[in-house]
């Protein structure tokens, strides 16, 4: 019956209701409610997209149960990554992008990396390549190896779901005992073969990024099954 | 001095400008004439003959279709633009005209939702639906429905590219993570959800 409220006030929520009625997000605790109530509010003041704060509501109310202030906490710990992943993200991020990269801060992944990312892709949307760092980066592959690649492969063109296509064949490989840094170099190079040589200001970046980065890559140490 | 005061000279200026030239008929007529002939008519304008019917068209009238169905076609494209989900409002910083075109058209195609497929197995669940970020974690939008083998849930539901986290709602209320999928822990609560990357198939 909790659950049901709770999803009935979130839509309401989503819709631009009142804020008479996010006053109850949490049933039968006023305080946390009309608390979460001033912090969607001052978001969506703010500017910021709104979707991720009631998602994360959601889970802690359905999923994680948690008490109502800790449900609180949460809220005000997602609107403050989406905060900074939007300035990291400047200067014309869409939601999704600003969803991806709060997402991304909470894998631990870095300002500097969403930074990177965003100047790699220029005004395209960052939301996939965000995603697939997150995963490489909660994988335990290095961050810095992890955006490299990332980047390097954005400037020479990857497509969507290659980048999609690369976080999981990764994610194959260490479920199946790879190690994780070792299986980034493997399926990294292999895509940045396949998609061929950048040209003009694209290459001069990609050229600062290998020289930047590590050397070439050993061979995968997969354990036997 | 008095502006009611009345000025000979000007009074004098008024009366020969008043006194109009003769008119010549002949040349009336000569202009009127000249005119008559340089009207255009809807049988002077150039025709095109469009298909084996032999349907005419003219020129003027098909430029005229031309510039209505280009505005028209304006129109609908900015409705039609104008109902995707996700907004791209960031301006091409200095590629070309036409790369610029492209990357708008890109960036709006890749945020645009895809159609995720689900598969959970349950041979004991009475009903299963998937929760996740991208519904809010509210188990009443994507109920899944039970195959024939009877142990098998499926649903297909649009969910925006990226990464995202989620799980399944058992009977209602057993949060279930998918077998198949990574985990990952949520930092503001402990708790683990399973990790989909949606991308274009």
New interface residues.
Partial sequence: MRSFVVGLLLAGATAHVASAQDTTLIAGDRAASAELSKIIDGARANGLPVEPILAKIGYAVNIAHAAPPRVVAAARATVARLQEAREALAPNPTSNDIAAGGNALSAKVSTKSLRDVRMASGNRPVAVPLGVLTQLVANRVDEEKATKYVTDLIRRGVTTDQLVALGNDVNSDIVLGTKANNSMDLRGSHLTAVLGVPTGAAATAVDQGLQAGAAAPPPPGRKKP | MSNDAPDPILDRAIDELRRLPPVDPVAIRRIVDAAAEARVTAADEPVFVVGSSGRSIRIWSAIGLAAAAAVAGFIVRGAVTSKTP????????S?TTSESLR?VV??SA??SPILQQFIFENAHAHSVSV?G??N?????TAPMQRSSDDATWSVIIPI????H?Y?YMVDDSL?TLDPRA?K?K??????E?S?V?????
């Fill in positions: 996700a907004q791209v409002v960031a301006q091409a910083p590629a990357q890109s960036s890749e945020s929760v970020d991208f809010k974690w509210d188990r009443s925006v590219p990226g990464r986290i799980g949060f990574p990952v949520d930092v503001d609560l402990g708790t959800g990790v990357m949606v991308g274009r198939p």
